[in-house]
């Protein structure tokens, strides 16, 4: 899997020219691969070029988040991942699922489990937020999302325009608490807490 590691690195890299030239190969290579598939199901080279560009975001956030495993090659990992975008984006098609599954190889159905199981996760993670999100005070919701996606206290307490980064700590705090303490029920809609 050396090739595999040369590639993560290049796909994570700061040099833009080299996460070009990457991108373009991963593309060029496996373009046949995944137009088979899409076309096979009734898509389009415009569903190609979607699947495809939104298949490198993915591989690249799943690389960043240490999802990849190095249990296949990148490139099988990459098609497995357009695969799955293809099969969501066609889940109206009768029987598109279990002719799906019958087309893997059992290296690509290793990948498509992991993979589905990543998104599913995520699914059921932002409705979960949503529903809950819809019961905390605004600034709360905000200062989570900004949290969560890596902001630092400092860099919070500046778009908060709160006095210092111990406020903002605060805050934070008894946002977590809140969000922590409060039991949801699907059959009663919530009024927005107040801290």
Request: with cysteine; glycine share 2%; net charge positive.
């Amino acid at each position: 899997m050396k090739n595999a590691t040369v590639d993560v690195n290049a796909l994570l890299s700061s040099d833009e020219k080299l996460k070009s030239i990457t991108i373009r190969h991963m593309l060029a290579a496996n373009q046949n691969v995944i137009w088979s598939f899409v076309s096979k199901y009734g898509g389009s080279n415009v569903d190609l070029n979607t699947i495809m560009n939104d298949g490198i975001i993915t591989l690249i956030h799943n690389l960043k988040n240490a999802k990849f495993q190095y249990r296949c090659s990148l490139n099988t990992y990459y098609v497995g991942i357009c695969k799955i975008l293809w099969l969501n984006k066609c889940k109206p098609i009768k029987n598109c699922i279990e002719v799906f599954i019958d087309d893997l190889s059992q290296k690509e159905y290793n990948v498509y489990v992991d993979i589905v199981d990543y998104f599913e996760k995520a699914d059921d993670f932002a409705k979960k937020w949503e529903k809950i999100s819809n019961q905390l005070p605004e600034t709360c919701v905000k200062i989570l999302r900004l949290w969560s996606l890596g902001y630092s206290m400092t860099e919070i307490c500046k778009i908060m325009e709160y006095k210092n980064s111990q406020v903002a700590m605060n805050k934070k705090s008894k946002c977590l608490k809140a969000l922590f303490d409060k039991k949801l029920s699907d059959s009663t809609p919530k009024k927005r807490l107040k801290l």
